[in-house]
C-alpha cells in the first residue's frame, strides 16, 4: 500500500514539472522554444543599390509599334553626372549601434567611387559586410575625398563635372528592421538626397561653402 502511494506522489510530481516547463515555454534545459532574439550565423555580404531618379520617357504599346512618350518621372533635371566617394558604410540596429560595434569589430564597408551619372537606371553600388541574422533598421554613408578608397578621384563629390572636396553624410532608413542573407539586395531610394542636391545645382550653391545649407544631415532616404 506504501509503494502505491509512493508511485501516486512521484507520477503528480512529473506532471507538475511538465506543466510548469509548459507554461514557462521551455524544454527543460532553460532554451526558450520561441525566442524573438534573431539568430546570428556567421558574416556574409550584401550588395548595395539604388534606383533611377530621372526617368524622362518611356514606351508604350500601340497597335503593331511601340511610342516612347516623355514623363514627369524626373526628380533631379539639373543633374546630368553625379559621383561620390563612399569611405565608410555601416549598417546598423534599432538602438542606432553599428554592426559589429559590440566585438569591437565596427564592420565598416569602403565601396569606393559610386558613380550615379544614368540617372535612369538602378546602380549598384558595392558589396557591404553583415553578420548574417542580424536586424538592421538603418544604413549609414560617409564621403569623403580619398585617393585610396577612390584613385583618381580628387573629389568627394562630382555633379556635372563641378567637384567638392566637403565631408558629406547620407542616412538610409528601412520601414521596419530587416533581417537579411547573405546574397541579398539593399535597394536604396535617393529621393530626398537628388532633390536637395538639384536645389544647389540650381541656385549655383554646390560648393564647398554652401552645400552644407542643404545636406546638413537632418534628412533621411528609404531603403528595403
Not at 539639373?78 to 534599432?94: D, P
Not at 565596427?106 to 550615379?116: A, E, F, I, P
Not at 521596419?176 to 531610394?189: I, P, Y
Not at 529621393?191 to 552644407?212: G, I, R, Y
Request: proline share 3%; glycine share 8%.
Amino acid at each position: 500500500m506504501r509503494t502505491l502511494k509512493s508511485a501516486e506522489q512521484n507520477l503528480l510530481g512529473v506532471l507538475f514539472l511538465a506543466l510548469f516547463f509548459s507554461a514557462c515555454g521551455g524544454t527543460g534545459v532553460g532554451n526558450p522554444i520561441n525566442s524573438s532574439v534573431p539568430t546570428v550565423t556567421g558574416t556574409g555580404s550584401v550588395s548595395i543599390a539604388s534606383r533611377g531618379f530621372n526617368s524622362t520617357s518611356a514606351l508604350y504599346f500601340a497597335p503593331n509599334f511601340l511610342v516612347e512618350v516623355p514623363t514627369q518621372n524626373t526628380l533631379a533635371p539639373s543633374i546630368a553626372s553625379f559621383k561620390f566617394c563612399v569611405t565608410q558604410l555601416r549598417l546598423k540596429n534599432a538602438a542606432g549601434s553599428a554592426l559589429g560595434e559590440e566585438s569591437g569589430s565596427g564592420m565598416v564597408s569602403k565601396l569606393g567611387l559610386v558613380d550615379l551619372s544614368n540617372g535612369a537606371q538602378t546602380v549598384t553600388w558595392g558589396k557591404a559586410t553583415l553578420p548574417i541574422g542580424a536586424e538592421i533598421k538603418k544604413m549609414n554613408v560617409e564621403v569623403h575625398k580619398d585617393k585610396d578608397t577612390c584613385p583618381g578621384a580628387d573629389y568627394s563629390a562630382s555633379i556635372n563635372g563641378r567637384t567638392i572636396s566637403k565631408d558629406l553624410e547620407f542616412t538610409f532608413n528601412f520601414a521596419t528592421a530587416k533581417s537579411l542573407k547573405d546574397g541579398d539586395v539593399v535597394t536604396l531610394a535617393l529621393t530626398a538626397l537628388v532633390t536637395k542636391l538639384n536645389d544647389a545645382v540650381t541656385a549655383e550653391q554646390f560648393d564647398d561653402e554652401n552645400v552644407s545649407k542643404y545636406l546638413d544631415g537632418s534628412f533621411e532616404d528609404s531603403a528595403d
